[in-house]
């Protein structure tokens, strides 16, 4: 990687120097933040970053917005309907903006660094005072800045493809963390709208990533999930001789008791050396999220994939036949167009052999910009919510039997949160990251414990600690 993708500690400096200032302009005033987060886990851990950097220049953070004085939605821009729920909470933000003048709204993330998006904010919701883009982030401090000193609007959708690293950091409290390994993606699958928004693929240092792993599991976090939208790929513009199996071989020496995940692998990169590592690794989870997206050899030519529904099939088996056990999920996407019936049935049929623990499936919608939503689509969507719905079916079925065998077993679960119900009070995750609810005595969120399976069922693993 050239080291111009790196921000310069000069220009970091320069939004420290913001950041003091804000916090010189709001002293003593008790101003209060908001943040809500659309979308995948990146968005999450950018939000936490914005989080870190509020924090630092002294506002308070709550969860309750009508009391916020600075209101932030970090977006997604994968899907219509996250969009349209983005475009709802802020037109319903009208209302209070009419009542406090003074508050901020802000909005970033994949659909402010769409230049049609920004045409309609500044068109149609004049609430919105500040919009930046993913490739703004690190410049929060001077837009903040500028938004509690200008009178204008701000717009900032500029910006290359860098990495800024020592931002401040403010996650959620538990034991979990995100990890950003590495940052956009250079796949162009033709449906999605990730390539777009989040610029190309570029690799933090490892020294980099080991230093704030350790730095987690000094603060006590016990699952650490490394992100990236193609993990396998990690490494390739570094010019090193790392590629993301040593990554993780590397991680793995990191001293502590901790389990650590990835995600998302790409099956066209995902590897027998990547299963090796992960087998040789006793701190990485048997656990791999590796989306297929179509199980026609066809619509994966056309949807871009670069693999097939046989090599996909050899991936698994060779992972399963390293890791006995491994859990396994995969997104979907139902209905991309020119999918027929027979196209879906080779879908269904892949499900049905590899059983997966988890999918999260998805109707296919288009992104203007993307070259599939030019294609045509001649399927009806009361056909495509029909394949759908037997898709759900189907891997109902699948989980009940899957969820079934662990009855009786004893598993090592990390707790992390509670639970809605008395009689099952804690939350709780096994290595392969099924949900369990977890009753006993002496259970702490954050402790790794014993327990053992009591009842099961199609969401839910239900244990008693040991
Ligand atoms: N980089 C990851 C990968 O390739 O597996 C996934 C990133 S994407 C944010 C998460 C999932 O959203 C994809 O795996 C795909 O199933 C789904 N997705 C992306 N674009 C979509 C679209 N236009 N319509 C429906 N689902 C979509
Ligand atoms: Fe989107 Fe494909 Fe990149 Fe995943 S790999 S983010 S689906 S373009």
């Known amino acids: 990687m050239s080291e111009s993708a790196i921000v310069s500690q000069e220009e970091l400096q320069n939004q420290f120097t913001y950041m003091d200032a804000v916090a010189e302009l709001i002293r003593g005033r008790h101003l209060r933040a908001y943040t809500h987060t659309f979308g995948c886990q990146q968005n999450e851990a950018d939000t936490e970053r914005i989080r870190g950097m509020l924090h630092e220049m002294g506002y308070e953070m709550t969860e309750e917005v009508s009391e916020a004085d600075f209101i932030l939605y970090n977006t ?21 903006k009419k009542q406090r003048p003074d508050v901020i709204i802000a909005l970033c993330g994949c659909m402010a660094q769409q230049e049609k998006n920004v045409e309609k904010i500044k068109k149609s919701y004049p609430q919105v005072k500040l919009l930046f883009g993913t490739h703004a982030l690190w410049r929060f401090p001077s837009l903040l800045y500028r938004a509690l000193t200008e009178k204008k609007r701000i717009f900032d959708i500029g910006g290359a493809d860098d990495i800024a690293e020592g931002l401040p950091v403010l996650r959620g409290h538990g034991p979990k963390a995100w990890l950003s390994i590495m940052y956009g993606c250079n796949n162009f699958c033709t449906y999605c709208i990730v390539p777009y928004v989040r610029g190309r693929e570029r690799s933090r240092r490892p020294e980099e990533i080991e230093k704030e792993l350790r730095e987690l599991v000094a ?36 001293p502590g008791d901790f389990w650590l995940r990835f995600m998302t692998s790409h099956p066209k990169d995902a590897s027998p050396r990547l299963f090796d590592a992960m087998a040789d690794c006793e701190k990485v989870a048997k656990q ?24 996909y099939r050899a991936l698994i088996a060779d992972a399963r036949q390293k890791m006995p056990g491994i859990t396994l999920s995969s997104d979907i996407i139902v209905g991309f167009p020119g999918e027929t019936e027979a196209d879906f049935e080779q879908t269904l049929a892949l499900v049905q052999d590899i059983q997966f623990d988890l999918l999260f499936t998805f109707l296919y919608s288009p992104r203007s910009g993307t070259p599939a939503a030019a294609y045509e689509d001649p399927a009806t969507p009361q056909q495509k919510q029909a394949w ?4 759900l079916q189907a891997q109902d079925a699948i989980v009940a039997q899957r969820q079934a065998a662990y009855q009786g077993k004893t598993m090592r679960l990390l707790v992390d949160g509670t639970a809605k119900g008395p009689d099952y009070p804690f939350t709780a995750r096994t290595e392969g990251n099924l949900l369990v609810c977890v009753r006993g005595e002496n259970i702490k969120i954050g402790d790794f414990i014993e327990a053992v399976i009591e009842k ?7 244990a008693v600690k040991q």
Do not use: W
């Not at 990236?228 to 790929?233: I, K, L, M, Y």
């Not at 026609?296 to 097939?308: A, G, K, P, V, W």
């Open 76 to 96: 997604c821009a994968v899907r219509e309907h996250a969009e349209d729920r983005a475009f709802g909470n802020i037109g319903a933000l009208s209302h209070l």
């Open 219 to 254: 603060a006590g976090y016990k699952e650490i999930t490394l992100l990236g939208q193609n993990v396998n790929s990690y490494g390739k513009d570094l010019g090193l001789d790392v590629d993301f199996a040593g990554l993780l071989r590397r991680l793995n020496a990191v």
């Open 288 to 311: 791999l999220h590796l989306p297929f997206q179509s199980g026609s050899d066809e619509i994966l030519r056309r949807m871009n994939r670069r693999y097939t529904a046989e090599s």
């Open 388 to 391: 759908f719905e037997r898709l």
């Open 456 to 462: 099961t069922s199609l969401r839910c693993l239900f």
